[in-house]
């Protein structure tokens, strides 16, 4: 009992020496003291360093305080000294505001962040507002952004931040906000989007019946779920049989939630047939949406469930796969479906032959495939992959009885077949055929050319010189495409040059920049969110629209910037054989040495920017390739050091310059390193060279004459990697054209051969 008393009275004791020895100051039991002047000096210079952003500028400081203490009344030298004092004065109050052991807040900043720069659309008020708004929209706070907007009196502004948010899936807004919007504004981008939006905000709680049919009155249901709701407003009105129509038709192709799903099996218990909910499986497991056909699988009757749970399990390559399938009733073993994803299994993990077991004993009716072009996509990875090994006598028999239907897959099916039928089957007759069914059922430039360009070339080797060359005639009228110009070069046409159908007329385009859709974009470049206005450029120039009309949404979209939509705007007008080269072939200044090294010619630069990330500074693909020539960090930090350039994986979206210094000298090495074999580089700078270096042990160098070129690109096993060389090749030619403003000579083979 003692021993604590004496240690409380100690406690006491010193407590009592500590406050005495602190001047009584509680203020330092919270607050430390300050450290020794040593450490004084590099902690003002860090504090400085953090705050010197808020702080006003020293000069701006001193002109203030000299302009205040100056009387003129006063002689020079008693002015001087009592700024000098003042000054003092300031700096020490400064410093101690700074550095003393009291913590005081610094002030925020005024302008909290927003810039002053003017809009040419808003007044200050209203610009200042718009930068708030999207100052929130960034942080993803929408209610305060719809909130903020509301203080504005700009009808454009408030239109474009709700059509913003209207398009955002997860908002708060209910179907009549959708419906006003749609109705007040029928000219603005994407309002079927909003509609399909809108069908999903249909609540009868608290949207009434005579609205939701009146609002498809003037359209139709978009989406499986709005047929559900306009059957259900029908089922109200007692209208039972169009009512089960649209809700069976509705239910088939509506993504529900489980929630939904309950209500509707509930609610419509009397109307969905069994048949109805066999449907809905059998659209969702042809679509590969394994989430929803698992919801369902509950509902099918027995034989059904069974079939479609193990189609579950194959298309999510589940554990038991195998269980699953012996579980499925005799009479649904073989269901076409069922063998559809036995055979994408089995060719996802390699069992190539396995599904060549399926593949090979399919019904030869396009009709009882039920999804041909499906099918096909299973065949055309096989048949590559035999290309690949070399086994080109397979991969032809795979794909002569295709049965597609889609204009894109009947290109790629029958081309195929003609190439190995020519170049390694020796059957230049089928080839002809083959290529002939392309041409006529393909409509785009590339396809086009390539197809009468291949026809051309199986006439040559059967000896037919006057129909070779009307068939290189053909693929020659699309002469900004690779088979279009090696066409041109076929029948002596040496000579390059570019129908131009660029028009612009300033008045058209002074009048469209009055339009409440173009001062849009012109804002939210001004906001410095020039990517959202893709859209509503997109809207402007839609290939609906008359090539005119197209020109000036480009021109709007160089207006403000954005290189890349003109670019889209004019690949989209090329598909008709239209070229706006213009706005489809930006230009900009490429370095001509880096390091030491020489770069390759202007052409070669733009066309390869052209088509990594079409002159997109900002361009971040979904590997991770960054900037106008879209470099992956690791290889930019690898050619860094080669080039003896400081690296900075920031530097690669931040510093325009710095990134294209980076491609130059990495496209240019990979040309000596391929001793001038620009299609080789080109691979090797989309795949990687030691890929291309593979592929030359593999299908033989075509610089040492062991293989054509052209086959040896035909050759590369990667679809992305074959259509990049070709389409930069084919921007070359044409980027000579432009820089050189006149007629130049037709280089394609050179670059080839």
């Known amino acids: 009992m003692i021993k604590v008393k004496i240690l409380i009275n100690l406690f006491f004791f010193l407590l009592v020496v500590f406050l005495l020895s602190s001047d009584n100051s ?47 009344k006063k002689t020079p030298q008693v002015n001087e000294r009592l700024k000098k004092v003042t000054l003092d004065t300031i700096k020490k109050k400064k410093e101690i505001s700074l550095f003393s052991n009291k913590i005081i807040p610094l002030k925020k900043p005024i302008n909290l962040g927003l810039t002053k720069k003017k809009s040419t659309i808003l007044s200050s008020k209203d610009f200042l507002i718009a930068q708030k708004t999207f100052g929130l929209i960034k942080r993803k706070r929408w209610k305060s952004a719809m909130k903020e907007v509301k203080k504005s009196r700009s009808k454009l502004l408030n239109n474009l931040v709700t059509w913003m948010y209207l398009k955002e899936t997860t908002n708060f807004l209910d179907f009549y906000e959708y419906m006003n919007f749609i109705n007040n504004n029928p000219n603005w981008p994407r309002i079927n989007r909003l509609r399909y939006l809108a069908e999903h905000k249909i609540n ?92 369902t699988l509950r509902y099918l009757p027995k034989g059904y469930k069974e079939l479609y749970f193990a189609r579950f399990a194959l298309m999510t390559r589940s554990y038991g796969v195998d269980s699953a399938i012996a579980k499925v009733p005799p009479q649904f073993i073989n269901d076409i479906g069922l063998k559809f994803d036995r055979a994408k299994w089995r060719r996802k993990r390699g069992r190539y032959d396995s599904a060549l077991e399926i593949i090979n004993n399919l019904p030869e009716d396009p009709n009882l495939l039920v999804k041909p072009d499906l099918w096909f996509k299973e065949k055309f990875i096989i048949a590559r992959s035999r290309i690949n090994k070399k086994r080109f006598s397979e991969a032809y028999e795979l794909l002569i009885n295709h049965g597609v239907l889609d204009s894109g897959n009947l290109a790629e099916a029958e081309w195929h077949a003609g190439w190995l039928a020519l170049r390694f089957l020796n059957k230049p007759n089928a080839a002809v055929n083959h290529f002939k069914v392309m041409y006529n059922g393909v409509n785009y430039p590339i396809s086009k050319s390539r197809a009468a360009y291949w026809v051309g070339k199986a ?34 046409k040496n000579t390059f040059t570019v129908k131009n159908n660029f028009i612009f007329f300033e008045e058209d385009f002074k009048k469209l920049l009055k339009s409440d859709l173009a001062k849009a974009v012109i804002l939210l470049h001004e906001l410095e969110e020039s990517l959202k206005s893709k859209d509503i ?33 004019a690949k989209q007008s090329s598909y008709q054989n239209k070229n706006l080269l213009e706005l489809n072939y930006p230009i900009i200044e490429t370095p001509k040495i880096v390091s030491k090294r020489t770069i390759l010619p202007k052409e070669i630069i733009l066309a390869l920017i052209r088509q990594e990330s079409e002159f997109d500074r900002d361009a971040n693909s979904w590997v991770g390739a960054k900037g106008l020539m879209q470099i992956m960090p ?46 080789m580089a080109f691979a090797g700078y989309n795949a990687g060279p030691h890929r291309v270096r593979r592929w030359i042990k593999r299908f033989g160098d075509p610089r040492k004459g062991e293989i054509d070129p052209i086959d040896w690109i035909e050759l590369i096993p990667f679809t992305e990697t074959r259509n990049y060389v070709q389409r930069v090749i084919e921007n070359v030619q044409v980027y000579k054209y432009i820089i050189n403003k006149k007629t130049v000579s037709n280089d394609i083979e050179k670059i080839l051969f």
């Open 26 to 72: 509680y203020a330092r039991l919270i607050i430390p003291e300050p450290k020794p002047d040593e450490y004084i000096q590099p902690l003002k210079n860090n504090i400085k360093k953090t705050i010197q952003k808020n702080l006003p500028k020293k000069e701006y400081l001193e002109k203030n305080i000299e302009d205040k203490i100056i009387d003129k």
């Open 204 to 295: 009868f709680k608290i949207v009434k019946t005579k609205d939701v049919i009146k609002f498809f009155e003037k359209k139709e249901p978009l989406s499986g779920y709005g047929k559900i709701k306009l059957g259900e407003a029908f089922l109200t009105k007692g209208e039972r049989k169009k009512a089960h129509k649209l809700i069976a038709e509705g239910f088939k192709t509506a993504n529900l939630s489980n929630d939904e799903h309950r209500y509707l099996n509930k609610k419509f218990k009397s109307l969905l047939t069994s048949d109805d909910y066999i449907d809905r499986a059998k659209y969702l497991a042809w679509e590969q949406d394994f989430y929803e056909l698992r919801r």
């Open 459 to 492: 006439y040559d080797e059967l000896n037919q010189e006057q129909n070779a060359s009307n068939w290189y005639n053909k693929s020659s009228e699309f002469i900004t495409t690779f088979y279009g110009q090696l066409a041109a070069a076929k029948i002596n």
């Open 537 to 569: 450029i997109r809207h402007l120039g839609s290939e609906e629209r008359p090539i005119k009309e197209q020109v000036l949404a480009g021109m709007l979209s160089q207006k403000v910037e954005r290189l890349d939509f003109a670019i889209q705007i």
């Open 634 to 679: 690791a290889t930019g930090r690898l050619v860094s050091k080669q080039a003896g350039l400081k690296y900075s994986r920031s530097k690669l979206i931040e510093d325009e310059f710095f990134n294209l210094k980076l491609g130059s000298f990495y496209i240019s090495g990979l040309n000596d390193e391929f001793d001038g074999a620009l299609y």
